[in-house]
RNA sequence: GAGUCCUUAGCUCAGGGGUUAGAGCGCUACGUUGACAUCGUAGAGGUCAGUGGUUCGAUUCCACUAGGACUCACCA
């Protein structure tokens, strides 16, 4: 006979499922309808993996995704679907070129322009394919049935056609231009960079005022003030009423010479703020270049992009920011021009998140996506922008959780024209060439000699927009689109909605006319258990892969599963990953035990003809509505709550109560089958969960030889037999033996009753169906061993009726059970228990009498809800009546 | 400045207009020589942050208050 080690041993089965699975070659879906384990004509599901950048390895927030995406993935293979878990990588351009470029400078010092483009670039690709086959591995590890003969990179040859078709056809469009816009420049990486991957610091900083002509000015950016001659002013503010848009005005500033200074009125200018009159700098700032390009004001560079100040700062010129800050404060004092200043100042500075430097505001001829311009579309003016509502809007896009709709819309709805052009090297080229004054855009380069290409190339966000479709091989009319797009769920982080989400959409809409995806999943960060971010210079990070041989890859993935909403952060610590190692264990013993059980050469039965025993009635009821619940849970989202409910029945229902009850049973045979039946599905149902460990004993406990069937590939559960077999009937009666069993637990061990003291006991079932009597009847033998310590039982269908002491107890106005009173029972603890017991009701009693006076109650609330309150008053009270003559005859 | 979320048992969190509010861990007491000490049995522990409103009924919906987290915008 067969049997298994005492403990599941993770590390010994992982690899080599893995590698079984892989090469069955069942997580590609052409191959599942070739060898008939998908139907032909079954509908498609479809999930293409958030490619991860290619800097790098996967944090415990990839494991997230793998697991809640293999979940689903693993489930619709099991339903029939056509299912597709297609994998790939981001190439990441700035954060990967960054990486390589101090990589290069930290081992031979050395900077891109050493090398030059080509010897850098492949420079990259050479860290990119390194890093590439670390992520497979770990993803491989994690148990991701990927289907890896569709991997894609954001930045192979099929994906540039995809790049420059859509950038071909947004150009041809007019959606995408040229034009001289402030952008956000990055002095430190040489490139301009999208207003999404700034991030904001603090920093107090000195706000100074000088007297500019009558006006007096703030700034905290005195360096920019060099070529200022503007003055700004609220067109509502009294102070400067006075003086009229338009009116100039000679003004000692820096220079030797007077200048002219205009005053502009303009309602950008807040009024509380400063003096609430201010200069502009058009080139170097934002809300500045919007008030020039509205009153048609000239604009002029005064840092270069180097970071250095241009020849306009006189004898400032090649001076850093900070440097000629300094002095330009000391010259306009010496020029008595300073009027005072405020230390302290706090204000934010942009930086570039992808390891950049000091953002500094440019202006800069960029190629630009216009988000407003309009276009007709099905025979409706639309927009980029317009596409992107509509889609969620008009429920097309269901995101989960619901709240995250708001966030969406309100960054559409702020969404400026999206700066596409970056200058650094590593990304798709602009597929725009130059000859003179020809530009030629094309997705190859033009035949003719002498043109030259643009040497700029595209934000990455540009590739992985189009990533839904590009992956299943678009712009060809491929099956795969056609089959697969738009594809089921999107699941990512919910901090990666607008970088990512919202692109797609924008494309997909955009481009193919379909959304991307129809839900969208959004996850929560895994923090640590302090709730802080997981970060390297905290060294809270849990490393997935080093935690996998110790706990096994199954109990990381439940720590993941179970506990955590979407949307909402996860606390994560070793602790609750060791407690699902448990669980794990648990699952593996249960199995080990119904292994023990099996005769040689048992049958394993498909279908359940006779059924004898009240508990197995039970058993395949609650196995019943598990299946359903399970089911309708996880085709919900709610895939914490499946695993609560598997988690439930597997540890209590089945392991404690029905394992413990088969113990007992004569009918051998048939709880043999039962527990074999009943373990196969559950082991079905966990197989999303936890692939692993359902996979090993679905062949160790002889499942796979007999269905001829890997678990993965098993069909699901399916609830019609159990439905058929346990009714929900004898179900409800055998759970009130359950309730017994428990209740004559807790009479014994509230009153001390030694363990090994046996008992004996009346039980007096009254007022019940004639059934019921005989259910209670026929299991009396098993109330006795389950751990009641019961010598003899009595049952009698009459009150009990008293002639000596008792500890007495009910269940409900049916069932109660007397207990002489032994020596070592306490008469007062008992007679303090029932007075208890009895107050808990007189209260519960008090505040249905309450509702029930209400006539509005009875009037409006629900008749049932009236009907169940008033019987549960008739119970109560009966329930009392019975107490306090238990505590007047016998105690 | 605008917005979103959170506040439920000692801890981590579910839940949800319907009456005695749940889980896991932890804690207490007890048990166990063959499925599992990575176990079992029982128990203690909560005016569901506060105030007001809507309702027959609010922990759940609404408003406000307090505390906490986050996102966006960014003002010289």
Redesign the pocket.
């Known amino acids: 006979m067969k049997t298994l080690s005492?403990?599941y041993e993770s590390q010994f089965f992982e690899d080599a499922l893995y590698k079984e699975w892989e090469e069955s070659g069942f997580f590609n879906p052409d191959i599942c309808i070739q060898k008939g384990i998908t139907e032909k004509d079954a509908q498609s599901f479809c999930i293409i993996l958030p490619p991860p950048n290619a800097t790098g390895i996967l944090h415990i927030g990839h494991s997230t995704m793998l697991a809640i995406e293999d979940l689903l993935i693993r489930y619709h293979r099991m339903r029939g679907d056509k299912t597709l878990w297609l994998p790939g990588t981001d190439h990441a351009a700035l954060a990967t070129q960054e990486k390589v470029e101090r990589l290069l400078w930290e081992n031979d010092k050395k900077t891109r322009h050493n090398l030059g483009r080509e010897t850098f670039l492949h420079h990259v690709d050479a860290f990119v394919e390194k890093s590439r086959d670390t992520m497979r591995m770990q993803m491989r590890k994690m148990g991701s049935s990927l289907d890896w003969s569709r991997e894609a990179f954001t930045l192979d040859k099929k994906r540039n056609i995809a790049v420059n078709t859509a950038f071909k056809k947004m150009f041809d469009d007019g959606i995408i231009y040229r034009g001289d816009r402030i952008v956000n420049w990055d002095p430190k990486m040489q490139t301009t960079v999208s207003?999404?991957e700034i991030e904001?610091k603090e920093e107090s900083v000195p706000f100074y005022y000088f007297q500019y002509g009558p006006f007096v000015i703030?700034?905290?950016?005195p360096e920019t003030k060099f070529g200022d001659k503007y003055i700004v002013v609220h067109p509502d503010d009294t102070r400067y009423a006075q003086y009229k848009h338009g009116e100039t005005f000679e003004v000692e500033w820096v220079g030797e010479k007077k200048i002219t200074a205009t005053l502009i009125k303009d309602r950008?200018?807040?009024?509380?703020?400063?003096s609430?009159a201010?200069?502009i700098t058009p080139w170097h700032?934002?809300?500045d270049f919007d008030i020039a390009e509205r009153h048609s004001l000239n604009k002029e560079q005064i840092i270069g992009y180097n970071g250095k100040m241009l020849p306009i700062a006189g004898d400032l010129v090649e001076l850093d920011i900070f440097q000629a800050r300094k002095k330009i404060v000391e010259k306009l004092k010496e020029k008595k021009l300073l009027v005072r200043i405020e230390e302290n100042y706090i204000?934010?500075i942009a930086i570039n998140s992808r390891g950049g430097g000091f953002i500094e505001p440019q202006i800069k001829r960029q190629w630009f996506v216009n988000v407003n311009k309009t276009f007709t579309r099905n025979g409706k003016e639309v927009s980029l922008k317009s596409l992107m509502q509509e889609a969620v809007r008009s429920k097309k896009i269901n995101i989960i959780p619901k709240?995250f709709e708001?966030?969406y819309f309100?960054?559409v709805d702020?969404l400026r024209d999206w700066c596409i052009s970056r200058q650094i090297w590593y990304g798709h080229q602009v597929p725009v060439w130059y000859r003179g004054e020809e530009i030629y855009c094309g997705i190859t380069s033009p035949s003719e000699d002498g043109w030259k290409q643009d040497p700029d190339t595209l934000d990455t966000w540009f590739s992985s927009g189009l990533w839904t479709f590009s992956s299943l091989g678009w712009p060809d009319k491929t099956k795969d689109l056609q089959m697969f797009h738009p594809t089921s769920v999107m699941e990512t982080g919910y901090?990666i909605l607008?970088f990512w989400v919202a692109r797609m959409i924008l494309m997909s809409t955009y481009l193919l006319d379909e959304i991307p995806f129809k839900t969208v999943y959004l996850h929560g960060l895994v923090r640590d258990?302090q709730?802080r971010k997981m970060s390297k210079s905290l060294g809270n990070v849990i490393d997935p892969l080093t935690l996998i041989p110790q706990y096994g890859t199954d109990a990381i993935r439940l720590s993941l599963l179970i506990?955590s909403?979407p949307g909402?952060?996860?606390?994560l610590g070793e602790?609750k990953i060791a407690?699902y190692?448990?669980f794990t264990?648990?699952l593996w013993?249960?199995a080990?035990?119904i292994l023990?059980q099996k005769k040689e050469g048992s049958p394993f039965i498909e279908n359940i003809s006779s059924i004898s025993l009240d508990s197995s009635h039970f058993i395949l009821s609650q196995m019943a509505m598990l299946i359903t619940n399970v089911t309708s849970d996880i085709d919900t989202h709610?895939f914490?709550?499946a695993g609560?409910k598997l988690r439930?029945f597997t540890?209590?229902t089945f392991?404690?109560w029905y394992?413990?009850i088969t113990k007992f049973e004569e009918n051998k045979e048939e709880t043999q089958e039962i527990l074999f039946f009943i373990f196969k599905d559950l082991l079905k149902l966990w197989h999303p969960f936890m692939p692993f460990v359902t996979e090993a004993l679905w062949k160790e406990m002889g499942y796979r030889e007999h269905f001829q069937t890997m678990i993965f590939v098993s069909p699901w559960p399916q609830k019609g037999l159990y439905k058929k077999k346990g009714t929900p009937h004898s179900s409800e009666n055998f759970s009130s033996l359950i309730i017994l069993t428990?209740a004559i637990?807790?009479v014994r061990?509230?009153h001390h009753i030694a363990?090994?003291k046996k008992i004996s006991l009346t039980l007096c079932i009254t007022k019940s169906s004639p059934e019921f009597f005989s259910l209670v009847q026929r299991n009396l033998p098993l109330v006795t061993k389950l751990?009641t310590g019961i010598e003899n039982i009595h049952l009698q269908k009459e009150p009990f009726i008293f002639e000596t002491p008792h500890i007495s107890h009910s269940l409900d106005d049916k069932i109660s059970f007397h207990i002489p009173l032994l020596e070592s029972i306490d008469a007062d603890k008992e007679k303090a228990r029932l007075d208890k017991e009895r107050e808990?009701?007189i209260q519960?009693l008090f505040?249905?009498n309450t509702?029930l006076k209400?006539p509005?109650?009875k009037e409006?609330?629900?008749q049932h809800?009236?009907k169940e309150?008033q019987k549960k008053q008739k119970e109560?009270l009966e329930r009392k009546k019975e107490i306090e003559q238990f505590l007047k005859n016998t105690l």
């Open positions: 005492k403990i207003d999404d904001w703030g700034t905290s950016r950008a200018v807040d009024p509380e703020f400063g609430g201010m200069t700032d934002t809300t204000h934010n709240r708001k966030t309100h960054w702020n901090d607008f258990e709730g506990g909403t909402n952060d996860l606390r602790e407690q190692r448990n264990n648990k013993n249960i080990r035990f023990s709610q914490s709550q609560e439930d540890w209590n392991a404690d394992i413990e428990q637990r807790a061990a509230q363990p090994n751990k808990e009701i519960c505040s249905i509702r209400n509005d109650y409006k609330a629900p809800l009236v309150t109560l």
